[in-house]
């Protein structure tokens, strides 16, 4: 009774008020920046060219039947299709089947090999190395490879691993073991199907760094075939694309393609967001499990 | 030969391990040997290990020019910057999304701050021009309409430390206050139900409550983000900045450096003897912090 008294007190009015006002400007501040690049990837190019408004007055299409006459983003979209489904699935078995054995009991290395994975996270090999390692010793410049295979094996994701695989009880594995499967058979189909969740979260985390990364793209691929949806768009950015598109448009609409490339790419992500939103929030409370 | 045995008694389990351990030697550790370039002076055709010994005279180098220090300085400083802001405003919110009963609200308002996370700073990039570029940036245009003068901000190195602790915070601080959110919500109720009933109000039981549980969480994110303070983000400044030489004063950083270095100059050994002196002052930096972390709150430490 008398805390309900209190609820309703003026300080504790303000109070809420400033939460309120904090997340609402703090939600629309973040959601807005969304709003003005998808609206205005349909606006037309002489409103784009006095700058970004909130509602555009005129709307053409003309920016993305720019982008879609020329192959090349098609290309591209292929190209990033593929680097990210091979590599979140290459990813997520390489990295689970890593963390299974640093997390299992019978393993005496498990530390080594976790200690193997942590220095090289706190003492890097710096970019020279790996420029060395890519360029000269694998000779995997201008490959798909050279943007799948560099992020297969990751630390951290190894980490949310074992904090899970750790979290289930033992003697799910001491009586399979009993009943004679081995390791491969234990983790493929008794561990595999219980650590779905996990496998999708950490999935997903695979999935969004390897749509997002333009860092191998930018190093090592020069040739436009390869070219990924990311390094598609920085070429667009800095107005380096029209060789790109062979089309018979004069002047193309360049601040609008800018905008409808960004859209396009992150496109899928922005419709998958809220279906899968829910599994990052649930890495992350995961990860932040410290061990 | 006890190695021996044990790897052949568990060899079903260690040969799980093993796609793993290639990756890690491969792109992890082989790279590694190219420190040594940081004291020969690289040509293309003896390799990394048949190149001639220089000794010291790539770090004489690097360090006669007074850009070492400048990288350095804007390496730590944007990194400081942007850990503070980050972790302040992600405590913030995620104190003030606790508080909102209505579940519909709450689960919004997350969603939105959560979705920067998800794009690419190329992304962040076009939105960032948009708002500052110097003709038509929305930010000039708020200026004119309230009458005062523009600024020509891709031409203004000092304004972009703010810039980037803005837009650094923009994209990450809803991804933090999940993380914090999730150990608010791991409290017991209990506590709150005995300060209630001795009279504290809300805000009370926020900072005398939550936020001293909150603590280990806070230690442990700020440590992460120290041990990172010697690594620039290349992807958000590089992206953002790109060759732009105006701004170079208050935003190169030494991830940057490196890279035109090598990328621009095709200077191998110079940017091995700066990678090099990067990840030496990286792991000097996590020991010593640990050491103190240590020393202060136990439970806290990262090793």
Known sequence: MEAKIRENTMSERMFMFVVYAFLILAGLGCLVPFWIVVIDSFASEKLLNKGYVLFPSEYSMEAYRYLFKSNQIFKSYGVTVTVTLLGTILGVFVTAAFAYVIAHRKAKFGNFLSMMTYLPMVFGSGLVGFYLLIVNWLHMKDTMMVMILPYVMNPFFAFIFVTYFRSLPYEINESATVDGANEWRIFFQIIRPISTPVITTVSLFFSLQYWNDWWLGLLFIDNTNLYPLQILLRQILNSQSFKLFSTGVLIPPAEGLKLAMVCVTIGPIVFAYPFVQKYFVKGLTLGSVKG | ?303
């Open chain 2, 1 to 303: 030969m006890r190695v021996l045995q044990e790897l052949i008694k568990n060899k079903y389990l260690y040969s799980l391990a093993i796609p793993g351990f290639i990756f890690l030697a491969v792109f992890s550790y082989a790279p590694l040997s190219s420190h040594l370039l940081a004291f020969k002076s690289f040509q293309l055709q003896k390799g990394v290990f048949g190149s001639d010994w220089v000794g010291f005279d790539n770090f004489r180098f690097f360090f006669d020019n007074p850009d070492w220090l400048k990288i350095t300085w804007n390496t730590v400083y944007l990194n400081a910057l942007f850990l503070f802001f980050q972790i302040a405003i992600a405590t913030l919110f995620a104190l003030f999304l606790n508080e909102i009963r209505a579940a519909v609200f709450k689960r919004l308002v997350q969603s939105f701050v959560f979705l920067p996370y998800f794009i690419s700073w190329l992304v962040v990039s076009l939105m960032v021009f948009g708002l500052f570029n110097g003709t038509n940036g929305i930010a000039n245009r708020l200026f004119a309409w309230f009458g005062w003068e523009a600024v020509d901000w891709y031409q203004t190195p000092w304004v972009w430390p703010i810039i980037l602790t803005m837009v650094s915070v923009w994209k990450n601080a809803g991804y933090l206050s999940i993380i914090l959110l999730a150990s608010i919500v791991g409290i017991s109720g209990d506590y709150y139900e005995s300060a209630r009933i001795d009279g504290a109000t809300r805000f009370q039981q926020v900072t005398k409550i939550t936020l001293p549980l909150l603590r280990p969480v806070i230690i442990v994110l700020t440590l992460l983000g120290i041990g990172k303070i010697f690594y620039g983000d290349f992807g958000m400044i590089y992206g953002i900045i790109g060759d732009n030489g105006v701004l170079y004063p208050t935003t190169d950083v030494i991830d940057t450096y490196s890279y035109r270095a090598l990328r621009q100059l095709g200077d191998f050994s110079m940017s091995s003897a700066i990678v090099l002196y990067q990840s030496v002052m990286g792991l000097l930096t996590i020991v010593i912090f640990n050491a103190i972390v240590r020393k202060i709150d136990k439970d806290s430490r990262l090793f």
